[in-house]
């Protein structure tokens, strides 16, 4: 019996061993697959950043081109407009790019400056949105106390509602270089609150729709005047880039200055973000 019990424990002392170097045989395997897996996975991330990047820059010089071409006016009919694209799709991946006007939307900011024009202005769009009017006064109030604000949602710690910044954020934000609002791409609520008069605004609007911009000629002839901080071009820009290659995924967020002065004109990134990378389906 004594010797039966030691044969036995030998046995599962192999059996251990052997169980144990199959354990050490399949790590080693699938840890070599996942190293393999890792280092794919970070090759893709970085082709995908490459991508967005390249797509970047493809919009920086649309932006410069027109600077140069065509610095007298800024709309949606120009090429710079027409670079955003659904999808594009090469042979190492496929990205999408989303252009927004950031001079589209009035700033909240020219509130800071103690004038009653912005205030007056704000109030209308207010009025537009079905908000309380009032609101415009205690901003100004704020601003004038506090400066300048980087984003609009800044506001509610100060007891605005976030109520009423949702509904006049598609057309008031906070920009971070000052910034006039552009009547070529300015949306049709925030014409009416500019112009304080709704017949002129839907001349100019239909103007604009027929001809795809307008000029001070325009306002001439529909008897308006250039409000206070509008004009005709843009120099402020969101780009948004979002990126696949392989199993990689990532987006990409910039803002896009151009600066055209005597001394010289550029086009460069103001502000850069990438969100996380994360796996993603292959492209088909």
Excluded at 191 to 198: D, I, L, S
Excluded at 225 to 254: C, I, K, M, W
């Amino acid at each position: 019996m004594t010797r039966d019990r030691e044969a036995g424990i030998v046995l599962v002392n192999v059996l251990v061993i052997l169980a144990l170097t199959a354990s050490i045989v399949a790590l080693m395997f699938g840890s070599r697959d996942t190293a393999r897996e890792r280092v794919s996975a970070m090759s893709d991330g970085a082709l995908a950043e490459a991508l967005a990047l390249g797509a970047e820059a493809s919009v920086i010089a649309a932006l410069r081109r027109d600077l140069i071409t065509a610095p007298e006016a800024d709309h949606f009919g120009e090429p710079w407009a027409r670079i955003a694209q659904e999808e594009t799709r090469l042979a190492t991946g496929r990205f999408s790019v989303v252009i927004r006007d950031q001079q589209r939307k009035y700033d909240i900011n020219w509130l800071a400056g103690g004038r009653l024009g912005p205030v007056t202005t704000l109030a209308r769009l207010l009025e537009e949105l079905d908000q309380p009017p009032e609101l415009a006064a205690q901003i100004a109030a704020i601003l004038t106390r506090v400066g300048r604000v980087p984003a609009l949602e800044n506001l509610t710690a100060f007891g605005i509602p976030a109520t009423a910044l949702e509904e006049i954020a598609p057309y008031v934000t906070a920009l971070p270089v000052e910034g006039e609002v552009n009547l070529n791409t300015a949306e049709a609520p925030l014409m009416r609150a500019m112009f304080g008069n709704r017949a002129i605004a839907a001349r100019l609007i239909a103007v604009r729709a027929r001809e795809g911009h307008i000029t001070r000629e325009t306002l001439t002839g529909a008897g308006a005047v250039r409000p206070d901080h509008s004009g005709f071009t843009s120099n402020l820009y969101a780009v948004e880039v979002f990126a696949e290659a392989g199993v990689a995924a990532v987006r990409l967020e910039s803002t896009i200055l151009r600066v055209a002065e005597l001394s010289g004109q550029s086009v460069g990134v103001l502000s850069r973000r990438f969100m996380d990378v994360y796996p993603a389906a292959a492209p088909e």
